[in-house]
T-cell receptor, first 116, second 117 residues
Framework: GAVVSQHPSRVICKSGTSVKIECRSL??????MFWYRQFPKQSLMLMAT?????????EQGVEKDKFLINHASLTLSTLTVTSAHPEDSSFYIC????????????FGPGTRLLVL | AQKVTQAQTEISVVEKEDVTLDCVYE???????LFWYKQPPSGELVFLIR??????QNEISGRYSWNFQKSTSSFNFTITASQVVDSAVYFC??????????????FGTGTQLKVEL
């Protein structure tokens, strides 16, 4: 149980285009979903926290107009990187929290974005 | 502000050796949670353990053990008789507040463990 999927797993796009990444909790409903960014051989940095039906809460320094987060249902959150540039190339990881006293967030397998 | 420090960037050991991964944290909250996650080459983080700030009991799970010491703000992780499959990046993380897994996590920079034959 507690499986989180991300789609796509890998995406290459041209500079200036927008990319949408989906995060789904497959066997539970997530009260909260989180989006992290991980640079090569570095730590995970929280980008934003989203609750279903509410606006996402962004961490300091994260451009909310560039990284659009939509938490449309209790099992789906999307991250859209708008007008992507090479510096947005990174590994994006989502996590989902089931609530009800669950010990941890459950992490997706990540999406590797390469912007040319 | 909360902070997690993993001073060991990379550790290499030979199979069957014991290895300890260090984690030091900073927080002003009295209620907080500490976590360890494993990130294999595939990239997906795997939950290993969670500890709350009021429970300093050490824990053992198979070859894994954890030593939580509030006096030194440390939450170290030991793998006994390491195996090649233990090779991964290990992250220590901290969340403040009372809901544990549902709060935002602050991660350390990770320790790359390489176990060789």
């Amino acid at each position: 149980g507690a499986v989180v999927s991300q789609h796509p797993s890998r995406v290459i796009c041209k500079s200036g285009t927008s990319v949408k990444i989906e995060c789904r909790s497959l066997d539970f409903q997530a009260t909260t979903m989180f989006w992290y960014r991980q640079f090569p051989k570095q730590s995970l940095m929280l980008m934003a926290t989203s609750n279903e039906g509410s606006k996402a809460t962004y961490e300091q320094g994260v451009e909310k107009d560039k990284f659009l987060i939509n938490h449309a249902s209790l099992t789906l959150s999307t991250l859209t990187v708008t007008s992507a540039h090479p510096e947005d190339s990174s590994f994006y990881i989502c996590s989902a929290y089931p609530g009800q006293g669950a010990k941890t967030q459950y992490f997706g397998p990540g999406t590797r974005l390469l912007v040319l | 502000a909360q902070k997690v420090t993993q001073a060991q960037t990379e550790i290499s050991v030979v199979e069957k050796e014991d290895v300890t991964l260090d984690c030091v944290y900073e927080t002003r909250d009295t209620t907080y949670y500490l976590f360890w996650y494993k990130q294999p080459p595939s990239g997906e983080l795997v939950f290993l353990i969670r500890r709350n700030s009021f429970d300093e009991q050490n824990e053992i799970s198979g070859r894994y053990s954890w030593n939580f010491q509030k006096s030194t703000s440390s939450f170290n992780f030991t793998i006994t008789a390491s195996q090649v499959v233990d090779s991964a990046v290990y992250f220590c993380a901290l969340s403040e507040g009372g809901t544990g897994g549902g709060n935002k996590l602050t991660f350390g920079t990770g320790t790359q463990l390489k176990v060789e034959l």
